[in-house]
């Protein structure tokens, strides 16, 4: 299914603390999936294949063993290539590829699928694992998962899963993403209870994978941060999934609010040479594709 509209971006701040500017401007919808989308959670575009990989957490909720969430495949355009690409996840979540395998979160357990023939490549179940959520890889094949309600992130090196950090620090780091020998991370806040509730919203931070430090892009609260994309020009596009808020954020940690949708924007994939923006809206059953070529930031 698929329409085109214009779509008036009107944004507004969420927290007095952060009061992010207000985007004034388009997003073109270049295409938009409803049919047989169940619960989206990540959006990943592979660039060996060309195709774009859907998460789909299904009937059961985020935290369900229940094996009824599964792996969809599209092309750029939004057209389904195949719909049950990869089944039998419980609550798929993260997503990202190296050396031919995707990489995929599954609650308490990191799989990796043949891209090429859509077998399991291998089970990590990692244990005390909570509620593991995006996935990054570094250059050199190193796997990295965040499990936010421990404030930890786990890596994957060879055949070996220990955990890289942890702490309150992390603000319940949700999204990953390397870039060098950077890895960013989208937290969703400090001392989240077991309904996703926090005492102070995430910020946007950098954790430096050579020295361990970590720094903060955005100093004050920011949201319930979920996914986030570079934007090709040294910034980010992030998303906070309890705000429906789609933000950019430049390197300097300014705020700018270009898209309020309902609750549910959850981890989002951008293609910086396409303009193209594709959003999981996970409680509203769809997924759509924005052309951000009129967006300035």
Request: proline share 4%; net charge positive.
């Amino acid at each position: 299914m698929k329409t085109h509209l214009f779509l008036t971006v009107i944004g507004s701040a969420l927290l007095a603390a952060t009061l992010p500017v207000v985007a004034q401007g388009k997003l073109r919808i270049a295409w938009e999936l409803t049919e047989g989308v169940k619960a989206p959670e990540s959006a990943y575009y592979d660039a060996q294949t060309g195709h774009l990989f859907i998460s789909q957490i299904g009937e059961g909720g985020g935290k369900a063993k229940d094996s009824d969430g599964w792996i969809s495949v599209l092309k750029l355009d939004g057209t389904v290539v195949k719909d049950r690409w990869f089944s039998g996840l419980h609550a798929p979540k993260g997503m990202r590829s190296h050396q031919g395998i995707l990489w995929v979160s599954d609650i308490d357990r990191l799989v990796g699928i043949n891209i090429a023939s859509s077998n399991t490549h291998r089970i990590f179940n990692i244990a005390g694992a909570k509620f593991l959520n995006d996935v990054a890889a570094g250059p050199t094949g190193i796997i990295y998962v965040s499990d936010m309600p421990a404030s930890t992130i786990y890596q994957m090196r060879g055949n070996r899963i220990s955990k890289l950090a942890t702490g309150q620090q992390l603000d319940s780091p949700n999204g990953l993403l390397v870039s060098g020998n950077t890895l960013f991370i989208a937290g969703w806040g400090k001392n989240l209870t077991d309904s996703f509730e926090v005492s102070t919203p995430g910020r946007l931070l950098s954790y430096n994978l050579r020295t361990r430090k970590l720094r903060a892009i955005t100093r004050v609260p920011t949201g319930n941060l979920d996914g986030l994309e570079l934007d090709g020009r040294g910034g980010f596009f992030v998303t906070d999934w309890s705000a429906g808020s789609l933000f950019h954020i430049t390197a300097k940690g300014a705020v700018t609010s270009i898209l309020n949708l309902p609750k549910g924007t959850a981890d989002l994939c951008y293609l910086p040479e396409k303009k193209l923006l594709i959003l999981p809206r996970m409680l509203e059953n769809r997924v759509t594709a924005y052309d951000l070529s009129d967006f300035k930031p």
